[in-house]
């Protein structure tokens, strides 16, 4: 079993759309959670970090960490074609701290945004 | 800034031959890693390092070398590379910002 399971998609939806991208993992010792957005050919980028359950808000973007399911959700409101980009989920090892993080990444999620 | 930027952006080795992808950061980072990324597998860890003179493997480090020795550079090296090295490599740095990563280099080993 794989620590961070994430559909791979490929996930399309219509431009407005709210978009729902998930990942579990298996390790409950994992400390943080990111998300990360990576455009075709590109690096990915860091989009949000979340320490505790609950949401936190950025924009158009929220974030979502259950601990107890262990299951981190992303949604994207509003969304644009130019959100088409592949989405990676990544936790911290435990032991690690923010700014001080070796990753563990899920699969991505190839999200594409139809105008 | 020009953040973490790596060179080549793409490589086509030979099976047998060696090469170092070089990696440098002007963020003033202490922490730097490289990972690896292959289709379908997400981003798996090579090797980090902590700061200059530091360095320590990460999940997948077989055939791979790096070294440390100042805060701005951390080349990665590949010794007879073989075709399971064909991937696409991302250094990144972080700091209380989180982790940044470079733009990646392409390398194919034939």
């Known amino acids: 079993q794989k620590e961070v399971e994430q559909d791979p998609g490929p996930l399309s939806v219509p431009e407005g759309a709210i978009v729902s991208l998930n990942c579990t993992y298996s390790n409950s010792a994992f400390q943080y959670f990111m998300w990360y957005r990576q455009y075709s050919r590109k690096g990915p980028e860091l989009l949000m970090y979340?320490?505790?359950?609950g949401n936190k808000e950025d924009g158009r973007f929220t974030a979502q960490v259950d601990k107890s399911s262990k299951y981190i959700s992303l949604f994207i409101r509003d969304s644009q074609p130019s959100d088409s980009a592949t989405y990676l989920c990544a936790m911290s090892a435990p032991g690690t701290n923010f700014g001080n993080e070796k990753l563990t990444f899920g699969t991505g999620t190839r999200l594409t945004i139809i105008p | 800034n020009a953040g973490v930027t790596q060179t080549p952006k793409f490589r086509i080795l030979k099976i047998g031959q060696s090469m170092t992808l070089q990696c440098t950061q002007d963020m003033n980072h202490n922490y730097m890693y490289w990972y690896r990324q292959d289709p379908g597998m997400g981003l798996k860890l090579i090797y980090y390092?902590?700061?200059?003179?530091?360095?320590d493997k990460g999940e997948v480090p077989n055939g791979y070398n790096v070294s440390r020795s100042t805060t701005e550079d951390f080349p990665l090296r590949l010794e007879l590379a073989a075709p399971s090295q064909t991937s696409v490599y991302f250094c990144a740095s972080s700091a209380q910002t989180g982790t940044h990563f470079g733009p990646g280099t392409r390398l194919t080993v034939t």
């Open positions: 390092s902590v700061g200059a003179g530091i360095t």
């Open positions: 979340t320490y505790s359950s």
